[in-house]
């Protein structure tokens, strides 16, 4: 039997009047965002559907705001499908879209920890300290061979595994350059990198000492029992019990996404539908990578606007 998974995006793919559509038609939308606002204690539809490119990309407003929008479109589409899911992910903060999805984190809770996760992110690094940069073109194996060249300029990490050609480089700016120009004059294979707009090297071990203060935050919330499969980014495997949340969440910080891996999973399990909900299509294009490279073909459907919404078949 066809199994579908609803997977989630994380930060990056955050654009000023990101689902905004969705308001005029769908009340169950506009109370998704009265839920999150009156959590964060201001308008987070005005800052979303008004505010500028410069606002919405700092880091404790882009990630309840990215949440909240995709989690307001799945609303939508639950009222008007009645349609649920049979394996839930996320990149990143996207995981927590997916918590919330499969009933083991509340919405609320959700967003408040999404707010403090951005805010102790931004403050971990200083600006300019730290990158983050794809490559594009090669395997995990053969980057991690290259970054181990690469030594004395500090840290240079793999902080993502994305899809079978797609490794993100993090950590130090000067050694992350280093890699890059490293990679690109060492591989026999044409490749591609580019520098993320991001505040800080998320995922990698100089984000480690702003995890223990994220531990913190997470140590109070609620966690229920999950009513579907979710994929978590620390392990790419399904979570097996409430417990195993919490520590993943805050290793998360320090640990590389393991993305393909958990797609790699969705597939080898009967996943052939693929539904990515919220701002952007890059999951979408991961996963079409990652099907591909498996030699399986699935259905990959992307809503983040009225237009993607009229045309999802379900």
């Known amino acids: 039997m066809s199994k579908t998974a609803f997977i989630f995006p994380g930060q990056g793919s955050?654009?000023?009047?990101?689902?905004?559509?969705?308001?005029?038609?769908?009340?169950?939308?506009?109370?998704?965002?009265?839920?999150?606002?009156?959590?964060?204690?201001?308008?987070?539809?005005?800052?979303?559907?008004?505010?500028?490119?410069?606002?919405?990309?700092?880091?404790?407003?882009?990630?309840?705001?990215?949440?909240?929008?995709?989690?307001?479109?799945?609303?939508?589409?639950?009222?008007?499908?009645?349609?649920?899911?049979?394996?839930?992910?996320?990149?990143?903060?996207?995981?927590?879209?997916?918590?919330?999805?499969?009933?083991?984190?509340?919405?609320?809770?959700?967003?408040?920890?999404?707010?403090?996760?951005?805010?102790?992110?931004?403050?971990?690094?200083?600006?300019?300290?730290?990158?983050?940069?794809?490559?594009?073109?090669?395997?995990y194996e053969e980057v991690a061979g290259f970054i181990k060249e690469i030594k004395g300029l500090g840290v240079a990490e793999i902080s993502n595994f994305n899809s079978p050609t797609q490794v993100v480089v993090s950590g130090n700016t000067e050694a992350v350059q280093a890699a890059v120009d490293f990679i690109k004059a060492n591989s026999k294979t044409r490749v591609r990198a580019v520098f993320l707009p991001v505040s800080a090297p998320f995922h990698t071990s100089m984000l480690r000492s702003a995890s223990e203060k994220f531990a913190e935050v997470v140590e109070n919330i609620e966690v229920s029992p999950m009513d579907q499969t979710v994929l978590s980014n620390v392990t790419g495997l399904p979570y097996t019990d409430k417990t195993e949340i919490k520590p993943a969440l805050v290793k998360q910080f320090y640990s590389t996404v393991l993305w393909k891996p958990s797609v790699d999973f969705m597939l080898q399990n009967g996943v052939e539908s693929f539904v990515e909900i919220g701002p952007g299509t890059s999951l979408s294009g991961l996963v079409r990578k990652t099907a591909a490279a498996a030699g399986i073909e699935v259905k990959i459907q992307n809503v983040e606007n009225m237009e993607t919404f009229k045309n999802l078949n379900l």
């Open 14 to 139: 955050q654009y000023a009047g990101m689902g905004c559509e969705f308001v005029h038609d769908f009340k169950v939308f506009s109370e998704v965002f009265e839920e999150a606002s009156a959590k964060l204690g201001f308008d987070l539809l005005k800052t979303v559907t008004e505010g500028s490119n410069e606002e919405l990309m700092q880091t404790e407003v882009t990630q309840p705001a990215i949440l909240t929008v995709s989690k307001a479109i799945l609303e939508v589409i639950k009222q008007e499908f009645g349609l649920n899911s049979d394996f839930t992910a996320g990149l990143s903060l996207g995981e927590y879209t997916a918590l919330v999805h499969a009933g083991a984190l509340n919405f609320s809770d959700a967003v408040a920890i999404a707010k403090e996760r951005g805010r102790i992110m931004q403050e971990a690094v200083p600006a300019g300290v730290g990158a983050m940069a794809p490559i594009v073109g090669l395997s």
